[in-house]
């Protein structure tokens, strides 16, 4: 078992910068891919970014490329999403996931967490 909680989420304006963290506890983290989606009001759950169990594999989504930087610290049991130029579309709740293999589909992690909200002003 797995227990993933998120944190860094809060308001920014558009442009801003926040970092959001996913703490992990339970069997070991450095076996699992990890990945961030994102769910905003009236939309469904999206992916966001992918990192393999060794940092090498990286995978973003079209919209966040450029921008969003994920990265993970096995020592610490942790996974981060660096989000730059922020914008009021990036306003979502957003989960980490814990899964086998780096997906891009939500359905492929085995474990989630409860999600951080950001919201992005204009």
């Known amino acids: 078992q797995v227990q993933l909680v998120e944190s860094g989420g809060g308001l920014v304006q558009a442009g801003g910068s926040l970092r959001l963290s996913c703490a992990a506890s339970?069997?070991?983290?450095?076996?699992?891919?990890m990945a961030w989606f994102r769910q905003a009001p009236g939309k469904e759950r999206e992916f966001v970014a992918t990192?393999?169990?060794?940092?090498?594999?990286?995978n973003y989504a079209d919209s966040v490329k450029g921008r969003f930087t994920i990265s993970r610290d096995n020592a610490e049991s942790t996974v981060y999403l660096q989000m730059n130029s922020l914008k009021p579309e990036d306003t979502a709740v957003y989960y980490c996931?814990?899964?086998?293999?780096?997906?891009?589909?939500?359905?492929?992690?085995?474990?989630r967490g409860q999600g951080t909200q950001v919201t992005v002003s204009s």
């Open positions: 996931a814990a899964g086998a293999i780096a997906a891009t589909t939500e359905a492929s992690y085995t474990y």
């Open positions: 339970g069997r070991s983290f450095r076996m699992y891919a």
């Open positions: 990192i393999s169990q060794w940092s090498g594999g990286l």
